[in-house]
């Protein structure tokens, strides 16, 4: 699709003004070098090249079909393509879902076309795809893009062609520049997945209407951010905005804020403006990120100081507090009226000199993250001079350095001596200020993807027990759980709670009160009212018998005069828990785009005042965690302050990740609120909770998921090594980090040649960033089994081998690899892990898996040869390829059956 050899345009015209000409011409302008075909039943030529009739007509299968035809004739073309054996296609018209449902059936109809094949669709309703170091130019834009390393993915079409033309203005230059339209069948997973490997590709940066499939969007997303800049200006933060954006894409758009979370969930940045985000590609190309939000800045005038300091704080980030030695080692050689501070104003007669002097003792300063040098052509400024000077500080050790040099004609020389020199330029001080606190904000969120979270304590959740009480609850064709019933589904998870006791009558409100003891807290019980404060069915702070007798009836007559007395079915007594602390909300709910979605904030009846909450993707661990209570003003007090001693914030990280755990975990589960959740030094209780249940008559298959994919328990297995010695296999988590090192350390060089065809060195092998990727995997791309034995002494287990299955983008099919630590070898670990990463295989729908294996490494050739793989030599190369094909039906059986005595494991419940 992006480097075809031959293309077919159905539709081809030569009709002026028709998009069917443009883009033939535009393929025969632009210098594409494979094979056109154009394709019109009406001609014998088109624009001088011979022409088919059909698809059937053409002298050789077509790598790429461009259909420029009406809506309602593509269902047959797209399946004429694919009997051809045609393996793309870009679908230009128009006509589709965004007309409504006549154009969702065509949709349909194409899809279905399309599966019968292994055909790739781009499009409805685009612009088309340009890769100019291809020279191909299927688009009706109105020229050819420069070459450069820039991904531009859009799905707007009239943006796609204004930017074009303000890319040749700009001089910016494309590696891929793509029009998506509605996606019927490539998304935005597809194509960040693609373009992530594409070497010519430096930054991907994207305009987006609608996300389409989230889970494919963070996958990817998550993957490829780490190694290149992924830069989104997404449209519809306001309610007309998102309107106007699904009409255009006929896509849902869901809440905007929940779109800011999973950004920042998978170290996407997002911009506000066409101009910030191709600045954020060129800054980023060029700049190392900073390692935090300080920013020095040099000026040689007072104003444009204070403009930069204004937007940078005002973005979110920092001013950086100049050291004593930076300002001492300033004084020696500034005029007495600098402004000793930062901004390091250095005066509008600062020459070149100076100005290299002032910029090399704030780079060295350890207490900023990154500089900005100012410049205002002033009578005695030499701004081509001061910026020679700048060149040997384009490079600054792990902190950027960016530039502003105001004006026009005067300081156009200088300009272009920094941006040759790799230091970006801006126009406005205060649009470099956003651009580096964007810097930081990509850099932070980057960090939770590379952060290690501390090690999962022991697990304290009952999955079942939940299943089972939501089944009965469901049985009653109830949706809303009584707050008795909440605060059992929280405590199976770990979760403290208040003592509940139900009372129905006003004798056994008072019978609970005594034995719970005074005071107490009386609150409504009912099976359908969910909001109990709004109908006077909350007293507090209940001192003796009598007044707990005077609060059980009047709960019943508020309820019955606001709600009805069917709606009061007594109440539940609890404890009147005194403590310093803060009332804090745990919740979650459902967006139509990326499912449940969790909050985490300030709680207690002012909740939706005061709105300090921060949202984020389940599953959470540790880190993520931590950071979604760093979003909060709350925070900060649970730190302490004026004296106050802090939360256990590390209980409440852990409280967090149970909560997520149970959000995933639970699919029944629509609604949770826990408000108020007490936080203090002395303990953290839920004191009340709601929780409110999909409809039963939903299917299983329709209810929401998580857009990223959970930890998967169902694929943990113990077994035992020949010897007897009892051994666990699980998919990996991000807190194996340490004890993957640990592994690391334990292999030959023999077993590291034949696992990764080189000696790759211990160091490469347990770096951070390196055992990063592999800890914190994405389990639709790719599950990591790992082998564990327990240690004698308490302690972190013991990692004896790892196996691995990653999916290939684009087809039913998986790579394996496995290694075993030397010590334990020939003690079947090997075969049990290839033989659950068959299981695995089969259970994620995959057709087929297979490896490549050294010809010296006999012990795994025979492996395979025992599981059933078909072993073949790879041409070309000096490997051999093991193949297994996977039944459609029924368990696997390698050779030998479960009985055979080296696969000896059985299902971890």
Not at 185 to 198: A, F, H, K, Q, S
Not at 777 to 784: A, K, L, N, Q, V
Not at 798 to 805: A, D, K, M, S, T
């Amino acid at each position: 699709m992006f480097a075809p050899r031959s293309i077919a345009l159905i539709g081809a015209t030569e009709k002026e003004g028709s998009v069917g000409r443009t883009i033939l011409s535009n393929l025969i302008s632009g210098g594409f070098e494979g094979s056109i075909y154009p394709i019109n039943p009406k001609r014998q030529t088109v624009l001088g090249l011979k022409a088919s009739p059909d698809v059937a007509s053409l002298p050789e299968i077509a790598d790429l079909a461009v259909i420029v035809t009406p809506a309602p004739t593509v269902p047959q073309i797209i399946g004429e393509c694919v009997r051809a054996g045609f393996g793309s296609a870009i679908i230009i018209s128009a006509g589709f879902k965004e007309t409504g449902p006549e154009g969702v059936r065509i949709e349909e109809q194409i899809r279905s076309e399309a599966k019968k094949g292994r055909m790739r669709i781009i499009g409805p309703n685009c612009l088309g795809v340009m890769t100019p170091h291809h020279r191909m130019n299927a688009t009706f834009g109105s020229r050819m893009a420069r070459p450069g390393s820039v991904a531009f993915i859009s799905q707007s079409g009239a943006l796609c062609t204004a930017i074009l033309d303000w890319s040749f203005k700009e001089n910016v230059g494309f590696s891929a520049f793509v029009s998506l339209g509605s996606m019927l069948d490539v998304n935005w997973g597809d194509l960040i997945y693609y373009l992530g490997n594409d070497p010519l590709t430096k930054s991907i940066v994207m305009y987006m209407e609608s996300i389409g499939d989230a889970r494919s969007f963070l996958s990817a997303a998550r993957e490829v951010a780490l190694t290149k800049p992924i830069i989104v200006i997404k449209v519809g933060r306001t309610e007309a905005a998102a309107k106007a954006a699904a009409s255009h894409t006929g896509s849902l758009t869901g809440s905007d804020d929940v779109l800011e979370a999973a950004f920042r969930r998978v170290g996407v940045l997002r911009v506000d403006s066409i101009a910030e985000l191709f600045d954020m590609a060129e800054v980023l190309g060029k700049q190392p990120r900073p390692q935090g939000p300080r920013l020095a800045i040099v000026t040689n005038a007072g104003g444009p100081g204070v403009l930069a300091t204004d937007a940078l704080i005002g973005s979110g980030s920092q001013l950086a507090a100049l050291s004593p030695e930076s300002l001492c080692a300033l004084n020696e050689f500034l005029p007495p009226h600098w402004s000793h501070a930062n901004p390091v104003d250095i005066l509008g007669d600062a020459g070149p000199a100076q100005y290299g002097k002032a910029v090399q003792i704030v780079a060295d300063d350890p207490n900023n993250d990154g500089v900005l040098v100012i410049l205002t052509p002033q009578a005695m400024t030499n701004p081509t001079g001061t910026a020679g000077e700048l060149k040997r500080f384009s490079h600054l050790a792990r902190k950027p350095i960016l530039a502003s040099w105001m004006g026009g004609v005067d300081v156009e020389p200088g300009v272009c001596i920094l941006n040759g020199a790799d230091i970006p330029t801006f126009a406005y001080p205060d649009r470099a200020a956003r651009a580096f606190h964007h810097m930081w904000s990509y850099s932070y969120n980057l960090r939770a993807l590379y952060e290690t979270p501390a090690l999962r304590g022991s697990d304290k959740r009952d999955v079942e027990a939940v299943r089972r009480l939501i089944a009965t609850i469901q049985q009653t064709g109830r949706t809303l759980l009584t707050e008795a019933k909440s605060k059992r589904i929280l405590s199976a998870y770990g979760i403290p709670v208040a003592e509940t006791r139900i009372a129905k009558t006003e004798d056994e409100a008072a019978d609970s009160a005594g034995s719970i003891g005074f005071p107490v807290v009386l609150k409504l019980y009912s099976e359908t009212l969910t909001h109990k404060t709004d109908v006077g069915g909350v007293r507090l702070n209940l001192a003796d018998e009598a007044a707990v007798r005077q609060a059980w009836r009047t709960i019943r007559d508020s309820v019955t005069t606001k709600a009805g007395v069917e709606h009061f079915l007594g109440v539940t007594v609890q404890p009147m828990i005194r403590m310093e602390g803060y009332e804090l909300i745990l919740g979650s709910s459902i967006d139509p785009q990326f499912g449940p979605v969790l909050l985490f904030g300030l709680g207690g009846q002012l909740v939706e005042v005061f709105k300090d909450r921060a949202l984020g993707l389940p599953p959470l661990n540790g880190t993520l965690a931590r950071r979604m209570m760093e979003r909060t003003r709350v925070f900060e007090a649970l730190q302490g302050v004026r004296g106050r001693e802090s939360a256990d914030l590390a209980e409440l990280e852990k409280i967090l990740v149970r909560f997520s755990e149970l959000v995933v975990e639970q699919p029944w589960i629509k609604e949770i609120d826990i408000n108020p959740l007490l936080v203090s030094p002395e303990r953290i209780i839920a004191l009340d909770a709601r929780i409110v249940l999909h409809d039963s008559k939903t299917t299983e298959d329709r209810l929401p998921r998580p857009s990223i994919r959970p930890y998967p328990d169902q694929y943990v297995r113990s077994g035992q090594m020949k010897r007897g010695t009892p051994v666990l296999f699980r998919p990996i988590r991000p807190e194996d980090e340490e004890a993957m090192v640990k592994f690391h350390h334990t292999l030959s060089e023999q077993s590291v040649y034949y696992r990764y065809f080189s000696h790759l060195k211990i160091g490469e092998r347990i770096a951070h960033e390196r055992l990063t990727r592999i800890c914190f995997t994405d389990y639709d791309r790719e599950i990591p089994l790992v082998a564990e034995m327990k240690p004698d002494a308490p302690g972190r287990p013991e990692i004896l081998g790892v196996g691995r299955l990653s999916k290939l983008p684009g087809l039913d099919e998986a790579e394996f690899a496995l290694l075993v630590s030397d010590a334990f070898q020939g003690q079947g670990l090997g075969r049990q892990l290839l033989t659950l990463l068959v299981e695995v295989a089969r259970s994620e729908n995959l057709k087929r898996i297979l490896g490549c294996i050294l010809p010296e490494n006999r012990a795994m050739l025979d492996l395979c040869t025992r599981l059933g793989f078909e072993l073949s030599s790879v041409t070309g190369a000096a490997e051999i390829q093991a193949v297994l094909d996977l039944p459609k039906s029924g368990p696997f059986s390698p050779p030998g059956g479960r009985n055979n005595p080296d696969i000896v494991y059985t299902e971890q419940t």
